[in-house]
């Protein structure tokens, strides 16, 4: 009888140490992509010297004296008509001196990543006006405690490697008050690596005045920055904006490391043929690229190659389907080709819903971008609606999501000691079968991803649990985080210092 007792002992012991979450997390950031190409060496010089023959002979329009008077002095030449080239020489000079890796920092050091090569993080970006509320289950206009909440529920996601505000927050009268408030939710809420925008040149230095306290004092900031600025200098189709072109001179001003981002849209502001788009939309984040390095030569930028789709039968935003997924992948291809730091836009499904749809679009479209080596995955996080919502199931759901796309990615370990002949010899002439086996439990802890979500049980179980769909399970654990995890990353002092100098809303 007592030995009968131990093995029930020692059998609810071992069900109890498998069913643990690993010692290693079997599928970490960071993994590295780029075994899905799908373009040729011959297309890839094609693209690229498409784009530069564009950026010397076209020219880019509307350029803001104060820029023109730079990129001239470099070398760059008045085409006529008001557009100014850059010549082949400039544009490879700009790709030799810009910085093929660098760290986006936290706040917190442990939670910095560092990006180039093909290293692939998902992460967020988007302005939606609107979030997906729990209670009701339908759109309403985004708040500034949206965004409050998404920042530090984003925070205690593992997968999520940097976050940018995702919504905006629409209840913030005046563009100074938005920026601020949006930076300070960043601060407050969370310490792994930011990005924020500035609407105007002006409201750069209030905000790196906040981030110097939170830093620890004067120019501390700059000695390690944690924010990046996503910033849009070009508008497609081939001219700069100018409000844009400002803020990026005060960026560099202040070493706050840049995403500058093309956003063309395939058949409006660019070509609807995926490859004279994919031209065109590489001559654009060139032109950035020449931009930054000619103001300040190896100053980080992510090269934010984002392509975008519309649905050309009612001119409709379109973030999700089989253009989008070749395209970013396409994208990410010729940055790396290019040896620069990638970022594309993936996972931004059409779905208003957490339905079927939501899941084929954003698993597509975030694996292709990651299978292609994209070094940031910017929408990947929490956007539903064509980017015009954001939603706290979204976020949970998409972390779990980011899990398998990792493990696909570290794809296969073919070791002496893995291919187990000797294992496969002792289960076979032994047990008949691997269950228990030391080779099994190992691969169980290093090898395998134990979903938290997704529903693994058979039906009856699953049906006397309520028959839970995806949405109501995200939402319990939404709502958990959001109850359990209350970081407080601004000291008393800090705080206090911050709102002396700035009006913050919240």
Not at 223 to 246: L, N, Q, T
Not at 382 to 399: C, I, N, R, W, Y
Request: aromatic content about 6%.
């Amino acid at each position: 009888m007592s030995a009968r007792r131990a093995r029930r002992s020692g059998r609810k012991e071992r069900l109890a140490k498998h069913a643990a979450p690993p010692a290693v997390n079997p599928a970490p950031p960071g993994q590295r992509g780029g075994v899905y190409r799908p373009l040729s060496e011959a297309n890839l010089q094609g693209i690229y010297e498409t784009a530069v023959r564009l950026l010397s002979e076209l020219g880019m329009g509307e350029v803001p004296q104060r820029l023109w008077d730079v990129l001239s002095e470099s070398g760059a030449q008045d085409l006529g008509n008001q557009r100014l080239g850059l010549p082949r020489d400039m544009v490879e000079r700009a790709i030799e001196l810009a910085p093929k890796a660098f760290p986006l920092h936290g706040r917190d050091p442990k939670r910095t990543i560092q990006i180039g090569g093909d290293r692939v993080h998902f992460g967020t970006g988007g302005a939606a006006v609107q979030t997906l509320d729990m209670d009701t289950g339908l759109y309403r206009a985004s708040t500034l405690a949206d965004l409050h909440n998404f920042t530090r529920l984003q925070d205690a996601l593992t997968n999520v490697s940097w976050f940018t505000r995702c919504c905006i927050a629409t209840d913030v009268a005046g563009e100074l008050d938005l920026d601020v408030n949006t930076a300070y939710a960043l601060m407050r809420n969370t310490t792994k690596p930011v990005a924020t925008a500035f609407t105007l040149a002006e409201h750069v230095a209030p905000l790196v005045e906040m981030f110097d306290i939170a830093a620890g004092g004067p120019g501390e900031f700059a000695k390690r920055p944690f924010v990046k600025a996503h910033i849009s200098p070009v508008i497609s189709p081939m001219r700069f904006g100018e409000d844009a072109v400002d803020v990026t001179f005060a960026c560099l001003e202040h070493n706050i490391p840049v995403s500058c981002i093309t956003a063309a849209q395939a058949g409006a502001t660019a070509p609807a043929t995926l490859a004279g788009f994919l031209a065109q939309s590489l001559a654009e984040t060139l032109a950035s690229l020449v931009m930054v390095n000619t103001i300040k030569p190896g100053h980080p930028m992510v090269f934010s190659n984002w392509p975008l789709v519309i649905d050309l039968r009612t001119g409709a935003f379109a973030g999700g389907g089989g253009e989008i997924a070749v395209l970013n992948a396409a994208s990410a291809q010729v940055s790396n080709w290019l040896g620069l730091p990638s970022g594309v836009a993936a996972s931004m499904t059409d779905a208003k819903a957490i339905d079927a749809q939501y899941g084929v679009e954003k698993g597509m479209t975030s694996l292709a971008a990651a299978l292609s080596g994209a070094n940031l995955i910017y929408e990947s996080s929490g956007m539903t609606a064509s980017l015009l919502g954001a939603s706290f199931e979204a976020f949970v759901l998409d972390d779990e999501m980011h899990s398998l796309s990792y493990r696909a990615l570290r794809g296969v370990e073919v070791t002496a000691e893995n291919l187990g002949f000797d294992a496969i010899c002792d289960a076979v002439l032994g047990e008949g079968h691997f269950l228990g086996g030391d080779q099994t439990l190992g691969a169980m802890e290093r090898d395998y991803f134990y979903p938290l979500l997704a529903d693994r049980d058979n039906p009856k179980t699953w049906a006397d649990n309520g028959a839970p769909d995806a949405w109501t399970r995200a939402k319990q654990r939404a709502h958990e985080i959001l109850a359990e995890h209350q970081p407080e990353y601004l000291t008393p002092d800090q705080d206090r210092a911050i709102r002396e100098r700035i009006d913050i809303l919240i």
